[in-house]
């Protein structure tokens, strides 16, 4: 059992930035890829972005390239998503995520741990 909690959320103006942070417990934090999504009210999970277990390699989801960074510390069990220029659009509850397999996905279904989300506002 893998236990996820974010933190960091919160309420930004439009160009602002946030740090997310999510710590992880309950198994060897470097066995499994990481990840982050988002998901506003009356609308699919959306990807935002993947972290490979040693770090190597990440993806990010279209609408965040460029200004989202997801990065992660295997000795303090933590992964990270750096938001910098951030949009209205932004806005969502945040979700980080755990994924056992080393197939990178951004399929929402293809991950096995799912923290209790983080909410962000990004006003105009």
């Known amino acids: 059992q893998v236990q996820l909690v974010e933190s960091g959320g919160g309420l930004v103006q439009a160009g602002g930035s946030l740090r997310l942070s999510c710590a992880a417990s309950g198994r060897t934090f470097d066995s499994f890829a990481m990840g982050w999504f988002r998901q506003v009210p009356g609308k699919e999970r959306e990807f935002v972005a993947r972290?490979?277990?040693?770090?190597?390699?990440?993806i990010y989801g279209d609408s965040v390239k460029g200004r989202f960074t997801i990065s992660r510390d295997n000795f303090k069990n933590t992964v990270y998503l750096q938001m910098n220029s951030l949009k209205p659009e932004d806005t969502a509850v945040y979700y980080c995520?755990?994924?056992?397999?080393?197939?990178?996905?951004?399929?929402?279904?293809?991950?096995?741990?799912w923290g209790q989300g983080t909410q962000v506002t990004v006003s105009s």
């Open positions: 995520v755990g994924d056992t397999s080393p197939v990178a996905s951004q399929k929402p279904e293809r991950y096995d741990y």
């Open positions: 972290i490979s277990r040693s770090g190597g390699a990440v």
